[in-house]
DNA sequence: CTGTTTTGTCCCATTATATGGGATATTCAA
DNA sequence: TTGAATATCCCATATAATGGGACAAAACAG
C-alpha cells in the first residue's frame, strides 16, 4: 500500500508544489531564481506564484517570494487530526518530568519518519526544533519502533525507495541486520537507538495504538550518552515510555467507549 | 499591494488546493465525499488525490483520504523563515516570566493575523491552540496593533475584504470608530482587546520590527479579565511587552551588524 | 536626478493536459 | 462468500497551461 501509482497526475498541481518547495529549499526568492532553478519559463513560474500568492499558500515581500502561512495553518491541523494525538501531546509533559529528557511523538509517513509532537526537559542541553522534520526509519529508535510492526513487504520498499544510508559509523546499513534487529524490538517491545543517527545521542521508543488497535506512532525519548547512563537507557527510560504508552492506550479505550466508535 | 490581481490563475492548482482545504474543513474523507461536497467528477478528484499523496500532500488511510505531513514540514518552515523570528519565539518565555499569562507573536497575513508561535503561563487557565490559527485584525490586539502601522487605504482593504464581523457585545463594527482606535493605538505604542473577540477576554499588544525598520507582526499577552486587573491591564503589562520589544529589537541591531546586512 | 539595466507583468498562438463519462477492479461489510 | 459501495482506469473532447517576446516598473549606477 505504498505510492507506486499508474494513475496520471495533474502537472501543473506538481510544478506548483515544486514551485513552494524551491522557495522553502533556498530561503525565499525572486521570480527569476526559481525559473532558473527549476528550468521553467518566467512567465509560467509567475503565473504559478501570484496563483499561490492570491491563495494564501506564498508571501511575497517586495519582489521576493517566500512560503506562506496556510502551510502552518494546515500543518497545525495535521498535528491534531486525530483525537488520540492530542492527548499524546498531553501526555509528552507527563514523560518528560518521568525522564528529565528531550521527548517526542513522531509517525511514518512515505517511509520516512515525521515528527508531530515534542516536547524539552526543563534542562534542554541540546534544543533541536525537530517537530516537521523528516527523519530515516533506520536509523531512529521512533522509525525503528515503527517499521517492526509492518510487514517485512513494507519494511523492504522503505528500504528500497531511501536506501539505508551511512550517517554515523553506528548506522545500520545492512539489510539483513535491519531485520535482525526489528525482530528484538518486537519480543523487546522498545527501540533503541545507539548514536546511529547523531554521534553519541541515545533514545528508545516504543508504539501507540488506537482502541481499535492501529499503529498510530512512537514515543521516543532521547539524550546525550554522558546524561543517559546504562541502567536508565536499557530498563528505566523504556518502563516509563510503555508506562505512559499503557496509560494513553487505556485513555483511548475510554474516549472510543463514549463516542461508540469501532473502525479496523 | 493586496491580492487583487488579473494574472490568470492555474486552475489545477487551485483545484488541488480546494481539495485540500475540503479535507482539513471535514476533516478527512473519501473520495467521493470530496467529488459530492466540491461538485466535481470522480475521476478527477482522483486524480489529484493520487498526485496529492504521491508528492506527500495528502495521507491515505484504506480510502479515507486527509491532510498529508508535507504541510506541517512547510508550516513550520515558515515559524522560522526570518531569524527574527527564532528571537521572538524565544523571548516568549521571558514574557510568560515577566507577566504570567499566555503569550503570543502573530502576524499579518491576506487580511487577517496569524499566531506564529505561542507560550502558555504554567496556570494554563486556558489552553487554546492559537498556532496557525487565523484571527480578524479588527477584534484582536495582536491585529489591531499591526494595522494601526499601516497606512489607512490599507486598512480600507482589509476592511473591504474581510468586513468588521460583530462577534461580542464589544467589538468594533464602525469603520470610524476602527480608524479613531488605531490612532489612539498609534499614541499610547499598544493595543488592547477589551472582550472584543471573546466575552471577559482581554489582550494586550505591541508590535516589533526588524533593525532595518520593517513590520514583522506583535506581541500579545491575553487572559481572563478576572485574572488581568485593571492595573495589570493598562500598566504593567503594556510595560512588560514594550521591554521585550525593546530587548528583542536590539538584539536584532546585533544580530545584523555581524551579517552586514541592509535591507528596506 | 537621469539613463541604463534588471526584473516583474502581460498577451497570444500553439501545444499539452485536464476533464468527465463510463467500464472495470477493489474494497468493505454482513 | 456475496452483494453493494467505492476506488481505479481508459479514452475522446474540450480546456487550460505554456513560453516567447513586448511592455512596464523598479533598482541601480553615474
Known amino acids: 500500500m505504498t505510492h507506486p501509482n499508474k494513475t496520471p497526475s495533474v502537472k501543473s498541481t506538481i510544478k506548483s508544489l515544486q514551485i513552494v518547495e524551491e522557495l522553502q529549499k533556498r530561503n525565499g526568492g525572486t521570480l527569476k531564481e526559481i525559473s532558473n532553478a527549476l528550468d521553467i519559463s518566467k512567465s509560467t513560474i509567475h503565473r504559478h506564484l501570484i496563483t499561490l500568492e492570491n491563495a494564501g499558500y506564498v508571501t511575497r515581500d517586495g519582489n521576493t517570494f517566500d512560503v506562506g502561512y496556510r502551510f502552518l495553518n494546515l500543518g497545525q491541523y495535521t498535528r491534531f487530526r486525530r483525537p488520540e494525538f492530542g492527548e499524546i501531546k ?105 548514536g546511529e543517527s547523531t554521534e553519541g545521542l541515545r533514545s528508545v521508543a516504543a508504539t501507540v495504538h488506537s482502541d481499535a488497535g492501529q499503529l498510530l506512532g512512537s514515543l521516543s525519548v532521547s539524550g546525550p550518552k554522558y546524561y543517559i547512563g546504562d541502567k536508565e537507557f536499557h530498563e528505566t527510560i523504556p518502563m516509563s515510555i510503555l508506562e505512559i504508552v499503557s496509560k494513553l492506550e487505556q485513555k483511548f479505550g475510554e474516549m472510543d467507549n463514549r463516542s461508540g466508535k469501532s473502525v479496523n
Open 90 to 194: 498531553s501526555a509528552l509533559s507527563d514523560l518528560v518530568s518521568a525522564t528529565g529528557h528531550e521527548v517526542a511523538f513522531s509517525v511514518l509517513d512515505h517511509g520516512k519518519i515525521i515528527c508531530l509532537h515534542q516536547e524539552h526537559s526543563q534542562a534542554d542541553y541540546f534544543d533541536q526544533r525537530s517537530t516537521g522534520n523528516y527523519f530515516y526509519a533506520h536509523n531512529s529508535a521512533a522509525g525503528k519502533a515503527i517499521i517492526a510492526e509492518k510487514p517485512d513487504r513494507e519494511v523492504q520498499e522503505i528500504i528500497d525507495e531511501h536506501g539505508l544510508p551511512q550517517v554515523t559509523a553506528k548506522t545500520i546499513t545492512e539489510e539483513n541486520e535491519l531485520f535482525d534487529q526489528l525482530e528484538t524490538i518486537r519480543e523487546q517491545g522498545y527501540a533503541l537507538n545507539r
